[in-house]
């Protein structure tokens, strides 16, 4: 039947590097002077390009950067084994890693020198057994419930560290299909258990599990430092992170092959650097990634595209927010006064409905920006008019972090005429690694197409239909 299927294809998916591997055989010739130098350069982008993109959402009293020698941790959450970080997502976001090149999180914090609970993870790994059902894996939330937490095993961690990294994950692909005309995948949560896979109407996969409280419950309880990441190719609800037992969080993303070692450097703030000649020195870093997407508190109530999920049985979802895509959404009802009759425990009008809006993201120093350079309002606009706005970037507080400066303009809007959201990104630049004290010029360029308005209707009846 359809679902036996369905498992073996799965199941023949996700091992097919191995089947390839046995059949075939590798012939890849790994070992020429020339190939080993381009995989270690690409080794060090992936690295380079996740620690320019994690995104420090929350950072009480400075608890980051981590403070001290010989520093110890307990892992948290099923999503920090090896089997359960993601690396990456599927479908055109998924791509395979050679294992060799493979760097979960705990190998991440071992290799950069900080100590882990192997018997927390060993408890984790064995919660999960290989011959579990296997339907649906892909989506599965994966976290052990109540009885896992024993008193035993809460307080052998405490004892370990009073640091608790908690890990938490969500598996992304593009156009999930519905199973039936009843069911919309992720708008319920599938959770795979020992004894068989949960459904759970209640909840949404893009928000906490039950299972996941709790976990969170206890070590809200247990641990004096509380850290979140958030491993992920998606946006989730982070309504959590606002209590006051946790300390710092930081979205992680799906850092590939290798750039779990940028989470754990990020947590340090600081990184080993080796120049050409090979002398090795040690640099501090800090988060520097800004949201490319707007987290709300609730997306059931606030995010369209959510409630616009609606394509029962077709397998495709329903695209209706014409111009007003994410943050443009927001800020322009916002702008229209839409918030400002909603309360929630988090707080009035648009604080109570957006946790963290695009472009947010927290570093562990201090900027100030000086425009050098604006806009001469004096200046005609014509069609092939470029632009540029220079900013002077300074690092005023005491530690080195990158900034970035983001460019936003409004455009003209008529009512009844061409749709325009009230806030655009423009443009953006960020600064090389500033030490306290220096400072960088940035140019921000953009032309006035860049700003042109799309009116395939002629909704401004001027006789025009196209750019203008």
């Given at each position: 039947d359809r679902r036996q299927r369905q498992m073996c294809i799965r199941d023949r998916y996700k091992n097919k590097g191995l089947i390839h591997e046995y059949f075939a055989k590798d012939t890849t010739d790994y070992n020429s002077e020339n190939v080993v130098a381009v995989l270690k350069n690409s080794d060090n982008t992936v690295q380079d390009i996740t620690e320019d993109s994690m995104v420090l959402l929350k950072n009480q009293n400075n608890t980051l950067p981590l403070k001290g020698d010989n520093l110890k941790v307990n892992l948290f959450g099923y999503a920090a084994t090896n089997d359960g970080f993601l690396l990456s997502?599927?479908?055109?976001?998924?791509?395979?890693?050679?294992?060799?090149?493979?760097?979960t999180i705990y190998d991440a914090f071992e290799r950069e020198g900080i100590a882990y609970n192997?018997?927390?993870?060993?408890?984790?790994?064995?919660?999960?057994?290989?011959?579990?059902?296997?339907?649906?894996?892909?989506?599965?939330?994966?976290?052990?419930?109540?009885?896992?937490?024993?008193?035993?095993?809460?307080?052998?961690?405490?004892?370990?560290s009073d640091i608790a990294v908690v890990v938490l994950n969500r598996y992304g692909e593009e156009n999930p299909t519905p199973d039936s005309e009843e069911e919309i995948p992720y708008t319920y949560q599938l959770k795979k258990t020992p004894s068989g896979n949960v459904?759970?109407?209640?909840?949404?996969?893009?928000?906490?599990?039950?299972?996941?409280?709790?976990?969170?419950?206890?070590?809200?309880?247990?641990?004096?430092?509380?850290?979140?990441?958030?491993?992920?190719?998606?946006?989730?609800?982070?309504?959590f992170v606002e209590r006051e037992e946790i300390d710092a969080a930081m979205f992680i993303g799906m850092p590939g092959q290798s750039g779990a070692l940028s989470a754990v450097r990020l947590l340090k703030g600081k990184k080993t650097v080796e120049d050409a000649e090979g002398n090795k020195s040690e640099v501090q870093i800090s988060p520097s990634g800004k949201l490319s997407d707007t987290y709300a508190y609730d997306f059931t109530k606030y995010v369209p595209s959510f409630v616009n999920a609606t394509s029962r049985g077709t397998g495709n979802l329903l695209y209706a927010e014409s111009v007003y895509i994410g943050y443009k959404w927001y800020e322009t009802a916002y702008?229209?006064?839409?918030?400002?009759?909603?309360?929630?425990?988090?707080?009035?009008?648009?604080?109570?409905?957006?946790?963290?809006?695009?472009?947010?993201?927290?570093?562990?120093?201090?900027?100030?920006?000086?425009?050098?350079e604006g806009i001469d309002p004096s200046v005609a606009v014509t069609d092939d008019s470029e632009f540029s706005v220079k900013v002077r970037v300074t690092n005023t507080g005491e530690h080195a972090g990158k900034d970035v400066v983001q460019l936003y303009y409004t455009p003209p809007y008529y009512e009844g005429e061409?749709?325009?959201?009230?806030?655009?990104?423009?443009?953006?630049?960020?600064?090389?690694?500033?030490?306290?004290?220096?400072?960088?010029?940035?140019?921000?360029?953009?032309t006035s197409y860049d700003m042109a308005s799309y009116d395939c209707y002629d909704k401004n009846t001027n006789g025009f239909m196209g750019y203008e």
């Open positions: 997502g599927g479908g055109s976001g998924g791509t395979s890693a050679h294992r060799d090149n493979k760097v192997k018997q927390l993870l060993k408890a984790y790994t064995d919660y999960i057994s290989y011959d579990m059902d296997i339907w649906d894996s892909d989506v599965c939330l994966i976290n052990p419930g109540r009885e896992f937490y024993t008193d035993e095993l809460v307080n052998q961690a405490k004892e370990y459904k759970d109407t209640e909840r949404h996969t893009l928000e906490t599990s039950t299972e996941e409280d709790y976990m969170i419950d206890v070590v809200c309880e247990n641990f004096e430092t509380v850290i979140v990441l958030y491993n992920a190719g998606n946006i989730m609800e982070l309504g702008a229209e006064g839409y918030f400002d009759s909603i309360t929630t425990e988090y707080g009035k009008g648009y604080d109570g409905v957006v946790q963290y809006p695009f472009g947010y993201g927290l570093s562990y120093t201090d900027f100030t920006w000086e425009v050098e061409i749709e325009k959201s009230e806030i655009n990104l423009l443009a953006f630049a960020k600064t090389e690694l500033l030490q306290p004290g220096q400072s960088q010029l940035l140019e921000l360029n953009f």
